[in-house]
């Protein structure tokens, strides 16, 4: 199993411009989610997903969409980069609600 | 909403010195979870605790979960290089049916050779 995959690892992008971070996962877990760290902040909670088909908002998710359409996949959104979005964001998915979440290796992403 | 609070911010110990992480919760804990951190990489999942009074253990890095099941406490024993990262504990937020999790601001430990 590969366990948690996300592309890219890094990325640059300008003000303005759009793109999707992928997640993908071969372990058949309903739950997923999507986190961004920054220094001094932990990890806060972007959206997350109970199954497909199932999205959720967490903590910080203006700026963000995600969907859902498959078990394996769940990609995150950014409509217009801003520079407040430049962080490290992690991907994790779980079999079971109260179970040891998997994650990611992240993705590092800069905003000019 | 419910708020993690780790402390210290940063540790750097000696090689072979014991250390203890803390982890505060604002409510009731109902799922604790320990996870470590290297440079530039995920997270590796460390333990989980449920039960007030609950303690784990791993090698020489030791969890338990207070009897009011509002803190917990991360202990590691002799420590080596090799424990250097950033731990980070983690909490069922709302509804333990979604797999949400929120996490502390994370521990920054280093030991010095």
């Known amino acids: 199993n590969a366990g948690v995959t996300q592309t890219p690892k890094f990325q640059v992008l300008k003000t303005g411009q759009s793109m999707t971070l992928q997640c993908a996962q071969d372990?058949?877990?309903?739950?997923m989610s999507w986190y961004r760290q920054d220094p001094g902040m932990g990890l806060r909670l972007i959206h997350y997903?109970?199954?497909?088909?199932?999205?959720d908002q967490g903590e910080v998710p203006n700026g963000y969409n995600v969907s859902r359409s498959t078990t394996e996949d769940f990609p995150l959104r950014l409509l217009s980069a801003a520079p407040s979005q430049t962080s490290v964001y992690f991907c994790?998915?779980?079999?079971?609600?109260?179970?040891?979440?998997?994650f990611g290796p992240g993705t590092r992403l800069t905003v000019t | 909403s419910q708020e993690l609070e780790q402390s210290p911010q940063s540790l750097i110990v000696q090689e072979g010195k014991n250390l203890t992480i803390n982890c505060t919760s604002s409510?009731?804990?109902?799922?604790l979870y320990w996870y470590k951190q290297k440079y530039g990489e995920g997270l590796i999942f460390l333990m989980m605790?449920?039960?007030?009074?609950e303690e784990k253990s791993h090698e020489k890095i030791t969890a338990k979960l207070d009897e009011k099941k509002q803190q917990s406490s991360l202990h590691i024993t002799a420590s080596q290089p090799s424990h250097a990262g950033i731990y980070l504990c983690?909490?069922?937020?709302?509804?333990?049916?979604?797999?949400?999790?929120?996490f502390g601001q994370g521990t920054t430990l280093q030991v010095k050779p």
């Open positions: 409510k009731t804990l109902y799922g």
């Open positions: 994790a998915s779980s079999y079971s609600p109260q179970g040891e979440q998997y």
């Open positions: 983690g909490a069922a937020a709302g509804s333990s049916n979604t797999g949400k999790l929120i």
């Open positions: 605790l449920q039960k007030g009074g």
């Open positions: 997903s109970v199954g497909a088909g199932i999205t």
């Open positions: 372990m058949n877990h309903e739950y």
